[in-house]
């Protein structure tokens, strides 16, 4: 199954934005690195392997700068996002600055420190069942306050709770046991909000790098030119690669690459629509056709609205398609007129919605 145009179209619009954020960062030109003199004279002894590939010992620099913001953007920002858009869900955040604490019993803040012991110590190992069946059970002790915890997906079905903490295919060393304790409160605090549903909250990772396109067998929607968008993933190897997610996570917690990209959709091949959708944004005329399609002189040329399709946009083809319409609607108006001449995209490329919905609204009035 393929996502739906509402989908796509949303997704469009966080791949743009993310570009657009990039390219105006890009180390276009060489600059001095004070803060790096240690890397530039080590690189120096790389300078014929360098050569032909990147300008010198500093822009090799300045492009590891460029590509860790863009790691942090993903992981801070675009993942999160896609992830609403494809659940209908939000994040949660029950901390004392937001939601509040949430509260669980004595005797669960009890059994979560004896999980915590038991795996640190080896004494058992990471069974999910078992774990819930000591968490999810209404008992008389004192309630108190769970820890702070935040919840980057979060939404709800007829019958369960889903919680996702998304995360980094390379996270800090150590964290696991902090990750598996904020998890387990979080659970335990959730049973208690959501008393008639079954609670759910998992770690998700949005790919899998241990996945070796030349020995594994991948599935990708062009092998020839996306070798390395592998939406295939291997949760055991995964798992050994992090340090300790073994030790305190059951499999069963975990939602990796396509397995997490399907859960949140609910469709199958969800991976390979979203970097189907990014390689149609993401070509090397980007910059060119993000600027055409925020030039209202062209609003007319079949140039732009291929490229409107090409990009999922479907709500400013909608507007493009009835463009004499509106025009004819807001002849009289001059607000509406300073409406319908704002541009389609900010500057940090977010898509304008509310001047879509006032003019949308024009299209409704008339039927």
């Not at 509402?6 to 934005?17: L, N, T, W």
């Not at 863009?70 to 609403?84: I, Y």
């Not at 049973?191 to 790919?207: A, C, E, N, Q």
């Not at 607000?335 to 409704?364: A, I, S």
């Amino acid at each position: 199954m393929t996502l739906d145009n509402y989908r796509k179209e949303k997704i469009s619009i966080e791949v743009i934005k993310t570009l657009v954020a990039k390219f105006a960062d890009f180390p276009d030109e060489e600059i001095s690195n004070r803060n790096a003199p240690f890397h530039e004279a080590f690189l120096n002894a790389f300078a014929e392997k360098l050569d032909g590939k990147v300008a010198d010992a500093p822009m090799l620099i300045s492009l590891r700068r460029w590509v860790h913001g863009l790691d942090t953007r993903l992981g801070q920002s675009f993942f999160e996002k896609v992830a609403h858009i494809l659940c209908d869900g939000e994040k949660r955040e029950y901390t004392s600055k937001k939601l509040g604490n949430a509260k669980i019993s004595q005797k669960q803040k009890d059994d979560v420190t004896k999980i915590i012991a038991d795996l640190s110590n080896k004494v058992t190992v990471p069974n999910l069942g078992t774990e819930d069946s000591l968490l999810f059970q209404q008992d008389k002790t004192e309630f108190i306050n769970a820890i702070d915890f935040s919840v980057d997906v979060f939404f709800e079905r007829d019958d369960a709770i889903i919680a996702i903490e998304l995360k980094t295919v390379q996270p800090n060393s150590g964290g696991s046991m902090i990750e598996k304790q904020k998890i387990l409160e979080g659970k335990a605090a959730l049973y208690h909000l959501f008393p008639d549903k079954k609670i759910h909250f998992y770690l998700g990772f949005p790919f899998d790098p241990t996945v070796n396109p030349k020995t594994d067998s991948v599935t990708s929607y062009d092998k020839r030119r996306f070798s390395q968008s592998i939406v295939s993933y291997d949760k055991r190897r995964f798992s050994q690669s992090i340090v300790n997610l073994n030790k305190f996570f059951d499999q069963q917690e975990i939602l990796l690459a396509s397995n997490l990209w399907d859960f949140l959709s609910e469709q199958s091949n969800t991976m390979e629509s979203i970097l189907a959708i990014i390689n149609s944004v993401a070509i090397v005329s980007f910059l060119e056709d993000f600027q055409l399609l925020n030039d209202n002189s062209k609003r007319q040329t079949n140039e732009y609205k291929e490229k409107l399709l090409k990009w999922n946009l479907f709500s400013e083809l909608e507007l493009i398609d009835n463009d004499e319409h509106i025009r004819n609607s807001i002849r009289n108006n001059k607000k509406l007129r300073n409406t319908y001449l704002k541009l389609p995209f900010d500057n940090q490329g977010n898509y304008q919605w509310e001047r879509f919905n006032v003019l949308k609204k024009l299209l409704d009035n008339s039927t």
